[in-house]
Each structure stands twice: as C-alpha cells, then as structure tokens.
C-alpha cells in the first residue's frame, strides 16, 4: 500500500476514533444490531480494501472467529508456530465477548476502514495534521509518532500556567493514543527559557501565599504526568533549555541535542531551589558534584558536556538536528510498541514512588521560597528588564 504521510495520518486518526484496541474490544451502543446481511456485506467489503497492515488484520480474523464460532477453543499452536499462534492470542483474547457483539465490531472497523480508506485519497490541507484545542503548542501525530512542540517562538517558548496545563493535557492524550513513542521539543531557536517569570505576577486577591499554593499545585502534577508517562519518552532539545525544562530531562527516557543547546538551571540566581526530581535525578546521572554545579551554582553546561555527562543521550550537528532525530525516532517508532512500553516499566517503575516523594519534598521546599526576598527581587529584576541570565 503507497501513502503519503499525510493519507497515512488521515488513516491514523480514523483508526484512532475506532477505538478498538488489541484487548478492548468494546461494545457499542449499536452493538447486537448488526444483522447477518450487514456481517455478510463487512465480508465481501473487507476484501476490497487496500491491506490495512497485520495489526489491524489480526483483529478482523479475530473478531471473524469470534462471530463465527464462539470464544476460542482451539489448542494453542507452538512457539515457532508464528503466524497461527498470533492469530490464536488475538482470537484468545477476546474471551467471551457475544458472537453478536463481536459480528457488531467486526462491521464497525470494516466501515471504519472503508471510510478512511476512501479520504486517504483526499488531499488534506497542512493544518489537519495537527491537534486542536492547543494554544500554547502544536500536537501532531504522524509515523505513530506524538509530537508535542512548545509553540511560543517570540517568548523564546517560556512556560506560562497555559502551557502547564496544556502539555499535561497533551501527554495524557499521548498515553491513550496509539502512538508508540512521544516526543517534546521547541519551535524556534529556543528549546524553551523554563518558566514564564510573568506566571509570578499575577497575584490573587488571597495573597502571595495562595498564589504559591495553587504554583505548587501546578508543578507538583506537572513533574508527576512525566514521571507516570507509560511510553518510551524523547526529548527533542533543538536550543538553549532553561529550568524547568532541563530539570524533567532526568524523567525522559531519550534526550537529543542540538549542538547550538545549552542547559542552564540557574535556581540560585533566581532564589530558587531545584524542581523536576533532579535533585535526585542529576546527581544520579552525573555524580553529586557536576550536578552541584548545575544546580547549586546554575553553571551553564554546553550540549557537549551534558552528553559527556550522561544527560543528553546524543547530540547532533544543528544543521542535520532534524533530519538525524527523525530519522532515527522514525525507525524507533516502528519497534513493537508493547515490547518498548513493557520495557520502560522494568527499567522505570521501581523508582516512580521515590520519584513522587522527591517531587513533592522538592515542590515544598520550593513553595517556601517563592516567598522570600531572594526569589522576588530576582523575578522583579527580570521583569523591569534589569536582569538576565
Ligand atoms: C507555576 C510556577 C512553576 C515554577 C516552576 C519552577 C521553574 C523554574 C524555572 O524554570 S527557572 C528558569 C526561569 N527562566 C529564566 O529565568 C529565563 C529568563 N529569560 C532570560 O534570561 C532571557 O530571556 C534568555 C536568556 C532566555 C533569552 O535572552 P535573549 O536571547 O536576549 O531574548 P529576550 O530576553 O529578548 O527574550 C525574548 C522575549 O521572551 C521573553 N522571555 C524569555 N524568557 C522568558 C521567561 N522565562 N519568562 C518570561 N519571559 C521570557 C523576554 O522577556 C522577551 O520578551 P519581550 O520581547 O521583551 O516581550
């Protein structure tokens, strides 16, 4: 089958809006209606559409036989048995669905294959790729790839409450999707310059300290959605990272750079303390005095050094960044995405707890001092354009 990226992303998200993953198979509100005319038309359907890739055909052969004879009952073929025995775990796992919901299902995701086959032919103008609903980013989802782009340029993609809230909100989608890897990165020649000093300026009529609390609540769950994060997680570092943006590095499980990035976490400059869980993270990655200096000292650490010291996995020359990343992230993506996921959880899953617990024994400390003397005069310094890092 020949697609272009853009028919393969219509088809993507027709796929999507099926929702009929491997091992939920869920009954719709129509489910039992589909008469034995309708099944016999799916079939005779189903043939005529363009190969729909052996995912998807695996289920229509189990939803087949689940239609047609019942729950599987069949001895499970042998480990060398490839093709029978995939056949038989996805017939398997449909347990006792109905034969009337499974024939149901089965003319759901023909139609639904049929439709999106027929507007794979349609030439769909740039913009369809992308996501809507975000304003501070650019989501799009293409080569089972999510890509979430912090999109404000101008601001160098500083980090407003907005942008919080709407990257978290893009990386629960990404969890449900099907895409098999996600990736942050910039717009412009900014990675990002870390929090938006301006998110310090708008202060509720209840005062400085609730302002601080509602912050803590912010970040606090912000840090959380990427230590929880289920699937293989990239960072795609095209410039200059500033704060919060270079402390959840630790929490990717890739980083690629730029040779043009920097990383730079200057929370003593600002009367700040560490976020992210790199106080945990960074000395673990780097050892306690390199991460010392990052964090203590905010020494500002080329793409180079951050590779040599473990917190970037590999940087390329920013003339290619792009075209090398991609590249590589296409071919990851096409890896078996349960084999990545089940994989990040043996490596990751041991630590999410400490991880929690650092966050929150981080965000406190923190709380505290975006109220002392240190942490305003800092931001107002920013702010009346006196400073800069
Ligand atoms: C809910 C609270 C959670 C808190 C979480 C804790 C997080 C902590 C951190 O992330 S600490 C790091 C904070 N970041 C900074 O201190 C960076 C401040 N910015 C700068 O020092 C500089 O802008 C720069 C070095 C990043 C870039 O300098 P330059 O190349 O000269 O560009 P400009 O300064 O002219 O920037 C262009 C434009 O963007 C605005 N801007 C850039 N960064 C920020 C920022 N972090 N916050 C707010 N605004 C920012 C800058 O003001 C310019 O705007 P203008 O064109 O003047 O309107």
Redesign the pocket.
Known sequence: MAHTKRTLCVRNQKRRSLQVPALQLHVSKTAMRASQKDFESALSQVKLLKDPGNEVKLKLYALYKQATEGPCNTPKPGVFDLINKAKWDAWNALGSLPKETARQNYVDLVSGLSSSSDSSSQVKPEADRKQPGYETLVVTYEDSITKIMMNRP???N?VT?QM?NEIMLALKAASKDDSAITVLTGNGDYYS???????FTDIPPEGIEEKAKS?AI??RDFVDCFIDFPKPLIAAVNGPA???SVTILGLFDTVYASSRATFHT??SH?G?SP?GCSSYTFPKIMGPAKAAEMLIFGKKITAAEACAQGLVTEVFPDSTFQKEVWTRLKAYSKLPPNAMRISKQVIRNREKEKLHAINAEEIRV?QERWLSDECTNAVMN?LTRKA??
């Open positions: 101008a601001k160098k500083a409450t919080y310059s870390g929090n938006d000093l301006t998110n912050g912010l970040l500033v704060g919060i200057p929370f600002l700040q976020e923190l920013f800069k890092l």
